[in-house]
């Protein structure tokens, strides 16, 4: 393989130097993307597009919600291009991908089965966003991508923000999203709301004419559901956009998304972003975790999964009625043992128990950092909970949750003044998660102990979630955050659904 200016060609053996030659030059046009604080060369700020380019647009915008990480080292904000052009071009890919998916665009081609022929889908992608080498061709981006940050020298005091940020108390309340931007040997991961910018879009629309109608759509998701940076399905890096004309880009609507086979709920409204962020937040942390919904009064979870680990690693079965300062009676009891619906929300899911030895010495680090004494530990008792295990799906043990929170521009007021609100959105393949195959990944159960070099312990679990409506229904009736909250729903994913509208 040969190489060049920093990126691969591919396999070049049996073509002339000048083959060589021209598929580096496509292939450094599919490659091209901009993001600096400078227009590209050769093109002036205006509305005119630079020679080679059809059409240019520009947009203007601000995040309305902070900014996390986003920049080439993960969790951290890039402080000389803190908003990424080819992020962004990510990220338009993905809700292209979508609607296109849907027959938003054109119909959808598909194959014998009656799915949704891939290939083609993968053809028409490349076709406008560009593409990597196949079968010896490359595909040159007919978007062009440029993003300028105003006052791009006030990112410089990131550190001194942050620490301002979170001193303010402006994180609060977002732990439940946003947890490892309260460690406190993390820095730099993120940055208030507010910071302006400008989306600059150079299209060639001469091999697909509707690619400017295409990009507007897309636009229009993105800035409803999408944004900049980490973190943003569960809200950061919210945006409000400008069009060219100055005006907010409207709302994706809920007859919209239903035409989308997505699923649209609304919560709370207003003008204030960060309540409204934080409102989202913690309904999601209500719903699976708070006092009385998600756990009882002495905090125990009222979902199934902690029972179900307790009956697989069998270390919680005939325990003793608690004791002062003894172990908790912690006997598996929820009558859906077995099922594990918060998989749903995405994975992998990290479970802790509270006699687990290692979580004891991380609330002993906690207890450290406030500067206060630790609770004794159970002493004199043997531990009879589990220790952590991790619930991972079995295809690529992360998975991408198909729930969507954000805030998001909804109208002007009379005041003349923005209103924004809280959303939830589910996405089309919500209910293919309930397929996924699940494992749990422990360090020995049962007796068994596993040696750091033999790597984790692995136990598989076979239908976590029915399948069967009715089946499902029953089991729904056993947990009671879906039962109460959920409103009938027989998939956890639209029990909160109904949670998060409804309350």
Same mark, same amino acid.
């Given at each position: 393989?040969? /190489? ?33 604080? @400078? ?48 992020? +962004? ?9 979508? +609607? ?32 990597? *080498? ?42 439940? &999203?946003?947890?490892? *931007?309260?460690? /406190? ?5 993120? +940055? ?30 993105? *800035? ?16 409000? =956009? ?100 918060? &998989? ?37 008792? @043997? ?64 007796? @068994?102990? &596993? ?9 598989? =679990? ?14 729904? &009736? ?22 998060? @509208?409804?309350?």
């Amino acid at each position: 393989m040969r /190489k060049r200016a920093g990126f691969p060609i591919g396999d070049v053996r049996g073509l002339s130097e000048q083959q060589v030659e021209e598929r580096r030059r496509v292939l450094a046009q599919s490659i091209h993307d901009v993001s600096t604080d @400078e227009p590209p060369a050769g093109a002036p700020e205006s509305g005119e597009p630079p020679h080679g380019w059809s059409t240019r647009l520009i947009y203007t915008g601000r995040l309305i919600t902070p900014l996390f990480g986003g920049g080439v080292e993960a969790g951290k904000v890039d402080t000389k291009m803190p908003l990424r052009a080819k992020s +962004l071009r990510g990220q338009l890919r993905f809700w292209w991908r979508l +609607l296109a998916s849907q027959g938003e665009f054109a119909e959808v081609r598909r194959d014998a089965d009656g799915k949704i022929d891939t290939r083609w889908l993968f053809h028409e992608e490349r076709r406008r966003w560009g593409g990597v *080498a196949e079968e010896r061709k490359g595909w040159r981006s007919n978007i062009r991508i440029t993003i300028q940050v105003d006052d791009l020298a006030a990112w410089g005091t990131t550190q001194t923000q942050v620490r301002n940020f979170k001193l303010q108390g402006q994180l609060d309340g977002l732990d439940y &999203a946003l947890f490892s *931007a309260k460690q /406190k040997d993390k820095k730099d991961l993120t +940055l208030p709301n507010g910071q302006a910018f400008k989306l600059i879009f150079d299209l060639d629309s001469s091999s697909v004419t509707t690619l400017e109608k295409e990009l507007k759509l897309t636009l229009r998701w993105w *800035a409803s559901f999408g944004g900049f940076g980490s973190r943003t399905r569960r809200g950061m890096g919210s945006v409000l =956009i400008l069009d060219p004309e100055g005006r907010p880009l409207e709302p994706v609507s809920k007859d919209d998304a239903i035409q989308a086979s997505c699923v649209l709920k609304f919560g709370t409204a207003g003008g204030d972003t960060m309540a409204i962020l934080k409102y989202a937040i913690k309904r999601l942390q209500e719903f699976r975790q708070g006092s009385g919904i998600g756990r009882n009064g002495r905090g125990r979870s009222l979902w199934p999964e902690p029972d179900g680990i307790r009956r697989l690693a069998r270390t919680s079965l005939d325990v003793p009625a608690a004791k002062p300062n003894g172990p908790r009676n912690h006997t598996p009891c929820h009558l859906a043992t077995g099922r594990y619906p918060r &998989a749903a929300f995405g994975l992998p899911i990290v479970f802790k128990f509270i006699d687990d030895e290692a979580t004891y010495q991380d609330q002993e680090r906690d207890w450290e950092n406030k500067k206060r004494p630790c609770p004794p530990k159970n002493q004199g008792t @043997e531990s009879f909970d589990p220790p952590s295990a991790t619930l991972v799906s079995v295809e690529s043990e992360r998975m991408a949750s198909p729930l969507i929170l954000k805030v998001r521009y909804e109208r002007m007021v009379p005041n003349g003044k923005p209103e924004f609100q809280a959303v939830a959105l589910l996405l089309p393949w919500a209910t293919e998660v309930y397929s996924r195959k699940l494992r749990l990944r422990h360090p020995g159960w049962n007796g @068994e102990s &596993a040696r750091e070099s033999d790597g984790p312990h692995v136990t598989e =679990i076979a239908d976590w979630w029915p399948s069967d409506l009715t089946t499902a229904r029953s089991v729904t &009736a056993a947990i009671r955050p879906m039962c109460q909250k959920g409103g009938g729903a027989a998939h956890p994913l639209h029990a909160f659904l109904h949670y998060f @509208e409804h309350g």
